[in-house]
């Protein structure tokens, strides 16, 4: 004999039906490894036992597994998302509704040109010179302080070039 004992590969064919003569010449001989494939051919009994049993069970009591394929299954994930945008729609809209419903939408001021009398070139530009000539509200008074002119006085509503000075 060329090997000493049969491999678990060797011991799994010869279980499975592709014996050689020389696995069966060293079966009849070797204890050990007819122990080895007894082990072998009863655990296959028993798992071959167990799923007829569980086979029969099944039958009886009518209990399958259902087994959708995977293009239900996205199916199903597209419908769960199309339900859940809906909702998201039929809560969001109503609300907007609630909130614009309220606000009043803006006049549109249609300007109409009126002839103003004719005015004097002066008279006009005393006018100008008055909504010019503003002077700083009250409120911004503080801030003039802070604004001078190139010959260091406050800014005047006369003009001059203004910077912020550096403390």
Not at 131 to 154: F, I, K
């Amino acid at each position: 004999m060329s090997w000493s004992h049969l491999s678990k590969w060797d011991q799994e064919e010869y279980v499975l039906g592709q014996r050689t003569p020389a696995m069966v010449r060293h079966l009849t001989q070797c204890s050990a490894c007819q122990a080895g494939v007894a082990s072998l051919t009863e655990g296959i009994e028993i798992f071959r036992t167990s799923a007829m049993q569980w086979s029969a069970d099944c039958a009886e009591t009518g209990t399958q597994r259902v087994v959708r394929p995977v293009a239900v299954r996205a199916g199903l994930h597209a419908v769960r998302w199309a339900l859940a945008v809906a909702m998201l729609l039929l809560v969001a809209f109503p609300l907007y509704y609630l909130a614009t419903r309220n606000l009043k939408p803006q006049q549109h001021v249609v300007a109409k040109t009126v002839e103003a009398p004719p005015i004097s070139d002066d008279a006009l530009l005393q006018q100008v010179d008055d909504e010019v000539s503003v002077a700083v509200p009250s409120s911004m008074e503080p801030l003039t302080h802070l604004v001078a002119t190139r010959n260091g006085n406050a800014a005047s509503s006369t003009g001059g070039l203004a910077h912020v000075q550096s403390n």
